[in-house]
């Protein structure tokens, strides 16, 4: 069961990203059409509150992803542990590699990890979350940077694409790092959990 696991866990994704286009989508159609009789378009207008919408939508979709993939990590790391943890068969001194193990692990992971832990789950993605928020800003900045640039406003700013690809740098390496510590504190969530 646990090498199918996996699966649930990329279709769960995969409904939580049908669910965040087709929100995108109607908050994209509640925009106001502006018509230009005289060159015969049209365009949409987004208010303040469509544009605070979005990015509240964008970063609930960001947090239920990383809590997704948390949550289907920290179930993983409870069935190898308690696989780790079990008694051998024939005692601890038996030269066997097969364990003693209760029926159904992946269900009892599931639930452990459902009853107990999954604040820690939410604290970590939540991390994680803003982090990716962050980069999204940055990416958002720097495009409209490029367009002032292109509309000759102001000249390149040199600085400014420094500036630009350090922070996009330090966001990368930082959401790297998080993940990884987030990883490592699941596995001591999971062994600590197991120990007592």
């Not at 649930?8 to 159609?29: E, H, P, Q, R």
């Not at 502006?34 to 303040?48: L, M, P, R, T």
């Not at 000249?155 to 930082?174: I, K, S």
Request: charge should be negative.
């Amino acid at each position: 069961m646990l090498i199918f696991y996996p699966l649930g866990n990329i279709i769960n994704l995969l409904l939580f990203f049908a669910m965040f286009v087709a929100g995108s989508l109607f908050i994209a159609s509640a925009g106001t059409i502006k018509y230009e009789s005289i060159y015969g378009y049209a365009e949409v207008e987004f208010d303040d509150t469509l544009q605070g919408a979005f990015v509240y939508w964008l970063f609930g979709f960001l947090w239920i992803a990383e809590f997704a993939s948390a949550v289907g990590f920290m179930v993983v790391a409870f069935c190898f542990a308690m696989w780790f943890f079990a008694p051998k068969k024939g005692g601890a001194t038996a030269r066997t590699t097969e364990r003693v193990m209760e029926g159904w692990p992946i269900c009892t992971a599931i639930r452990l990890t459902m009853c107990h832990h999954l604040g820690t789950c939410a604290a970590g993605s939540l991390i994680i979350a803003i982090i990716q928020m962050l980069r999204i800003m940055l990416e958002y900045l720097d495009t409209k940077k490029q367009e002032i640039e292109e509309a000759g406003v102001v000249p390149c700013m040199c600085l400014w694409d420094f500036v630009f690809c350090c922070c996009r740098c330090c966001l990368w390496c930082m959401e790297k790092c998080m993940k990884y510590i987030n990883k490592v504190a699941y596995i001591f969530t999971v062994h600590t959990a197991l120990m007592h």
